[in-house]
């Protein structure tokens, strides 16, 4: 899996940390030969998972949605996923 990280400072929380290895875990596990791109902006983190084949984009979807819940993290997703086969998605950061 190929992870692109933009705008993150020198030293990342713990707790965020956590959660990109937890999520990198599950997304391996569905598609190891996806790209996720994660951007830092000062109020959430986007992320964006582009899948290898298509085919993988529901399965991708639900694992992370399940993840998530685990968490008790509400996600804000993109609405145009089946259009880009792309996963768009942000975490709002709370202090």
Do not use: A, P, R
């Given at each position: 899996m190929?992870?692109?990280k933009r705008n993150f400072p020198k030293i990342i929380r713990?707790?965020?940390?956590v959660y990109f290895m937890h999520l990198q875990g599950v997304i391996d596990s569905v598609d190891e030969l996806c790209n996720m791109?994660?951007?830092k902006t000062p109020h959430s983190y986007h992320f964006r998972i582009a899948p290898s084949v298509p085919i993988y984009l529901i399965p991708l979807l639900n694992e992370?949605?399940?993840?998530?819940?685990?968490?008790g993290i509400h996600l804000d997703l993109s609405k145009s996923m089946k259009a880009s086969s792309t996963i768009a998605f942000d975490i709002?950061?709370?202090e």
């Open positions: 190929n992870i692109s713990d707790n965020d940390d791109e994660i951007t992370i949605l399940k993840l998530n819940t685990i968490y709002e950061i709370i």
